[in-house]
């Protein structure tokens, strides 16, 4: 039904600064119902439990990120514009909502722990769409991959990969942007064939 589709919607929006201000555990139903402006009895009707609402929070931020990763990819531009588009798009949407809280390896902990399947498919379809990306990249010759013995697909865990380890510097005080733009120069310059011929 629609308008329940809307109204879970709104809770959801509505829940998310809540976390991120209180963290998972001390966030409570009556915050979130206060922040969406329902009653607590209403949110109830919606979701059964605050994990409840965290997860559908969850995979409901995963599914609005990997169409906005399909959208960026499927742009004009080289291949190395189009990822790192697609890249700000998964760490905007993603991880820079919690990444400012005081909380965050919490929020991001209870994430994996009620909705570790969301995460992980989306990971698995990241890797996908990147891998898809660099083998068309590779076939107009784009990019080459033969000095590297490595294919489109181990690049794009590579990738994932590296933007797990960026998001754990960025809870240590690190730029998440600057490394992120420093990781994506560094593969530009790996990949691109003929680079280092003058």
Known sequence: MKDSGDKAGVILDAALPV????????????????????????LYLSFGSKEELFRAGSERAH??????VEAALARDGDVFSRIALAIAAFQRDLIAPFAGSADAAEL??????????????????????????????QASHE???????????????????????????QAAGQNLLEHTQLFLRLMRQALTPNRRVG
């Open 143 to 169: 990019i080459s991959l033969d000095d590297l013995s490595a294919s489109p697909t181990d690049i794009a865990g590579i990738i994932v990969a590296a933007m797990e380890g960026l998001k754990e510097a």
């Open 63 to 68: 599914a609005r990120t990997m169409r906005s």
């Open 108 to 137: 991001f902990d209870a994430n994996m722990t009620l909705a570790k399947d969301i995460t992980l498919a989306a990971r698995a379809q990241l890797v996908a769409m990147l891998a898809r990306a660099l083998a068309d990249a």
């Open 19 to 42: 976390f991120v201000r209180h963290g998972f555990r001390k966030t409570s139903m009556a915050d979130i119902a206060r922040a969406a402006g329902i009653s607590r009895a209403a």
